[in-house]
């Protein structure tokens, strides 16, 4: 069983920063690529950030520039650190595992989001 676990959402002035974690649980022989999603209050869900296994990062034009995606492949970890973080930023962040791969074969996978909310 594959569980996505995420942490280090928060509440935070604009302006500051915050590091969100999420950590894939399991059995687990690989993990192709990984992402964050975000989603505000009546909106749909929205790519953020994206990492191949071998680093290869893209961002969405809101994060660039302010949002670091990374990896650690062998604490099967994905991290999003987010500065100078704006009010519009707001909203459940979602960790994304694209084609885990186990004794039965491979999936994807989402985390349970977690709740950032930036105040102005």
């Known amino acids: 069983q594959v569980q996505l676990v995420e942490s280090g959402g928060d509440l935070v002035q604009a302006g500051g920063s915050l590091r969100l974690s999420c950590a894939v649980i399991?059995?687990?022989?690989?993990?192709?690529?990984m992402a964050w999603y975000r989603q505000a209050p009546g909106k749909q869900r929205e790519l953020v950030a994206t990492?191949?296994?071998?680093?290869?990062?893209t961002y969405a034009d809101s994060a660039l520039g302010r949002f670091t995606i990374s990896r650690d492949n062998a604490k099967n970890t994905v991290y999003l650190q987010m500065n100078g973080l704006k009010p519009e930023d707001t909203g459940v962040y979602y960790c994304?595992?694209?084609?885990?791969?186990?004794?039965?074969?491979?999936?994807?996978?989402w985390g349970p989001g977690t709740q950032v909310t930036v105040s102005s």
């Open positions: 994304n595992a694209e084609k885990v791969w186990t004794t039965r074969g491979s999936s994807d996978y």
């Open positions: 399991g059995t687990i022989f690989r993990i192709n690529n």
């Open positions: 990492i191949t296994r071998g680093g290869s990062t």
